[in-house]
């Protein structure tokens, strides 16, 4: 065949679609079987039948016997035209199309139009098994799609869906399983898709690792505290007042006289810089406090050997000052120690507050307290709770406000404000706490005035340098009350801790290079305990159906109001009604709660 034979009505291949010639000029007129047209060079065609070939749709009309034919070409080439008289008996425009389908397919031929080759035995073998497995692995594919869809997954499916599971986590982009089914490829289609079929549990909770946090405590030997020199201040009552179920104490109070005593465990007696726990916390940079679990930043055999009351003499760096007329601390003293620890909660200590043991330091952190607002300390009060799971069920409690909660929160800032002071005075290099003014400085009444206010502060930070944090009211602070759950904070300790102790205390630069590294981790770890918090509020809304409950609206935007609900302290948005105002109290029904895409929609009652 040549070029020279195409005329009107021959079959010709356009690209990989059979073609009949309608007319030949300066260009080839062609008709594919949609009946559409096309005008083409000679060199874009090929031809496959000098014709007349008339109707398209006939061309698959054709048996013949391939097998045979490709035995007897074995070791030979032969043209399009002999091929098709060897396996159809005939060359005619069907006989020529399903010889070039041959030629495509690739199982018994190979080569071209214009001269095609019979492939070996060996090869036809091998081609053979290869689409026999393809076509299981086809199967096997579809049966899969099918059973992911129904949701009735076998022991073999887990493995496949890990990709979902990745999308899903935020670490990567793309799912062949999410692309079959037509599935948008984002975490939260993925998480839907994952709960539908039955891969995770309707409850799990993909919040830490999306955000990139550690999921398990670190697992690394922990050497033996080595014995030194303390000083005694066991004669001391010393109160570890945590919540209920607290697994990590890290702080005590005690009073002497008016000196008032902080006692922090001494981690960085155990923990020192640059060791390999030092630089496990620094990558985590804070204890991860999940409802369903914590995940601590050190192994947890450095809590349990250092909790303060875990045993029955524990080791302490405790911070000893008393308050002056200001309301500021004085007299500050550090000091590895060796102390006697009872604990109790919160609402333990609560009914004990006139009592002997606590009323001189109950006072002494209410005084210390009124300066703090003299200063412009902000005095937020918003709703909150605390979200846990036992035993596999979402429970959700308010937090009152109980006074010995504030009186330990002023304890441990008096304790802040005490190491802060120390390190400038004697020139030690610490990460200050600061934070800037806000642009209006408001003393908030209402639940309404209280959100307003907070949208107007700034998120406090690190600094090597001391400086004002606005929202405490203090000139000088430090975070130093929980080495066992802060990195910032055992820094402060490790620095505090070798000036005391006749050490030397690190540079400026490698302090701030110290937390510069774990503050990667900081956000991370605040996102994953915001974001879990929020999944199990929104597993308990699904959990009670249709929940009825009070709402307090917050702030009224164009078209949507803010709206808290204090027994969860879950902030949403309704739409917006002309009689709302600020601080009322409306009641609310859950409409719809999306997991997945943390959305929750309420209707006013």
Known sequence: MTETRIQTGSLVLYKIRPAIVESVADKIEIRFEDGKSKRVRDKDISL?????????????????????????????????????????????PASAWATWKLLRDGLYFEGSVRMLRARTAQAVEEERRQRERKEAEQQQWDAFLQRVQQGRLEEQD????????????????????????????????????????????????????????????????????????????????????????????????????????????????????DSHLDLAARERSAN?????????????????????????????????????????????????????VTRISYEQAEQRLQDDDFRTLYELTRAYRAARLARNAAEINLPEVSVRVVDGKVVIKPLPRLESRQMVTDAMLMAGEASARFAQQNAIVIPYAVQPEPSEI???????????????????????SPGRHFGLGLDYYARATSPLRRYVDLVVHQQLRAFVTGGTPQDKDKVGERVAAAAASTGLIRRSERLSNLHWKLIWLKEQGEWQGEAVIMALEERKAVVMIPELALESRIRRSDDMQPDQRIRLQVQEVDVPTQSVYFRKL
């Not at 007349?52 to 032969?78: F, K, S």
């Not at 599971?165 to 399983?177: C, D, F, I, N, Y």
């Not at 039955?198 to 030997?221: F, M, V």
């Not at 045993?311 to 000052?321: D, R």
Request: hydrophobic share 40%; with cysteine.
């Open 48 to 92: 496959l039948h000098p014709g007349p070939a008339r109707d398209l749709a006939t061309l698959d009309a054709v048996e013949g016997n391939v097998e045979e034919a490709w035995e007897l070409l074995q070791g030979e080439q032969a043209s399009l035209e002999e091929v098709a008289e060897l396996v159809y008996g005939e060359f005619t």
């Open 158 to 273: 887990f493995s496949r869906l890990g990709e979902v599971e990745r999308v899903a986590l935020g670490k990567t982009a793309k799912s062949r399983v999410l692309g079959a089914l037509n599935i948008t490829e984002t975490p939260e289609s993925a998480h839907a898709f994952l709960l539908r079929c039955g891969y995770w549990p309707e409850n799990h909770n993909p919040w830490p690792l999306r955000q990139g946090a550690a999921t398990e405590s670190p697992d690394l030997a922990v050497p033996a505290l080595v014995d030194e020199e303390r000083r005694d201040l066991t004669h001391l009552q010393s109160w570890a007042i945590d919540d209920e179920g607290n697994t990590d104490p890290d702080d005590a109070i005690s009073l002497e006289g008016d000196r008032v005593w902080v006692h922090v465990a001494d981690v960085a007696a155990l923990v020192h810089p």
């Open 288 to 340: 991860l406090y999940l409802p369903e679990k914590m995940v601590q930043m050190l192994p947890p055999e450095v809590t349990d050997k250092l909790g303060l009351g875990l045993q029955e003499e524990s080791v302490a760096l405790s911070f000893g000052f008393r308050l002056d007329a200001q309301g500021e601390v004085r007299d500050i003293e550090i000091t590895p120690s060796r102390v006697r």
């Open 442 to 464: 408001r003393q908030p009444q209402t639940m309404s005035e209280a959100y307003a206010y907070r949208r107007l502060f700034k998120p406090s930070n690190a600094a090597l």
